[in-house]
């Protein structure tokens, strides 16, 4: 097995540290971190450990050479997966723990527990329900031991159970109410993500079953704070359905519920296919009420195309007796 220069090893060792500082930074510098930390995954494809094979026995020479390789691997990768979170990228942050599982399963005996792999298998199965692949999120939970998964089991890991849990049972306000709570601040973007999916959903049903409801109704059933809370999520759901209508509506939003917006978004293309055609309402709080308010004229062409149907039918089957 070929051996990496320790030289190598300790130039490595010293740009990690360097970039550890770098991110640890109020505000971090989020372009030279990540042009830092693609200079680190240069740096580590020359380790000998590079290939991910679990070397057979005697195969290597200096054991503590080799850990300390494996150990400047995962910690790159650990702070690239929390950097993609900051940088609020999902498809980078999955790429980095795709990687990173490698370390935690196949190394794991080879080199000391990481304090970093629970905070981010949990933020990891936040990502699966914010995408909605609950299949993916039982086999990823399937893979982590008893022990950390159970009653009792690891705090970062509990949230996104307990969130799965509510979800599963349709208690969408259970969810909200749980997603106010988080085990460390940067789980919130996931977090943010799919409660902004929920909340889409339940202001969907409100807007199909009622024509208004009164405002602290509202502000429960939906799970915001304030009247000017509501007023700021009417002011989306109206942007969002003058988007659908092709007549464009921004709404300003702050970054982290602009991201989560996006995103959010995007995992629902699928599901607005099968909405095509479905009446978007506009939002208007209007003293202690919040109105869902049709187009003028569109519902009752609606009606009179259903009764024209209805009495076409009725006719057909008459003459079809008679």
Not at 138 to 163: F, M, S, V
Not at 258 to 265: I, K, L, P, S
Not at 283 to 291: A, M, Q
Request: charged content about 30%; some cysteine.
């Amino acid at each position: 097995m070929a051996q990496t220069s320790k030289e190598h090893v300790q130039a490595a060792a010293e740009k990690l540290k360097k970039f550890q500082q770098m991110c640890n930074q109020e505000p971090a510098d989020v372009p030279k971190c990540m042009a830092l930390l693609n200079e680190l995954k240069v740096d580590i494809a020359g380790f000998s450990t590079s290939s991910l094979i679990p070397p057979s026995a005697g195969a290597v020479k200096d054991k503590g050479l080799y850990e300390k390789e494996l150990l400047i691997a995962r910690e790159t990768l650990e702070i690239g997966a929390f950097l993609a979170v900051r940088k609020q990228d999902s498809a980078l942050f999955e790429r980095h723990v795709l990687q990173l599982k490698t370390y935690y399963r196949d190394f794991g005996k080879q080199m000391p527990p990481s304090q970093r792999q629970y905070p981010i298998m949990g933020m990891f199965l936040l990502h699966m329900l914010a995408e909605n692949r609950i299949g993916d999120f039982h086999t990823e939970l399937e893979l982590i031991p008893q022990e950390e998964r159970g009653e009792g089991g690891n705090t970062y890991l509990k949230h996104p159970i307990a969130l799965e849990r509510a979800l599963m049972e349709g208690n969408y306000n259970k969810v909200l109410t749980i997603s106010k709570d988080v085990p460390l601040p940067i789980f919130r973007f996931f977090v943010d993500t799919l409660t902004t999916t929920i909340r889409k959903k339940i202001a969907e049903s409100l807007e199909t079953a009622y024509s208004w409801v009164d405002v602290p109704f509202a502000c429960r059933m939906l799970s915001t704070g304030s009247e000017a809370e509501l007023r700021q999520l009417a002011k989306e759901m109206n942007a969002r359905g003058k988007r659908e209508a092709g007549e464009g509506g921004d709404v300003e939003m702050d970054g982290g519920a602009a991201a989560a917006a996006a995103a959010a978004d995007a995992g629902e293309d699928a599901e607005e296919e099968d909405e095509e055609g479905i009446e978007r309402k506009t939002w208007e709080v209007e003293g202690n009420k919040l109105y869902f308010k049709s187009a003028e004229g569109k519902k009752t062409d609606l009606e009179a195309l259903t009764v024209i149907t209805n009495t076409m039918a009725y006719a057909s089957e008459l003459e079809r007796i008679v």
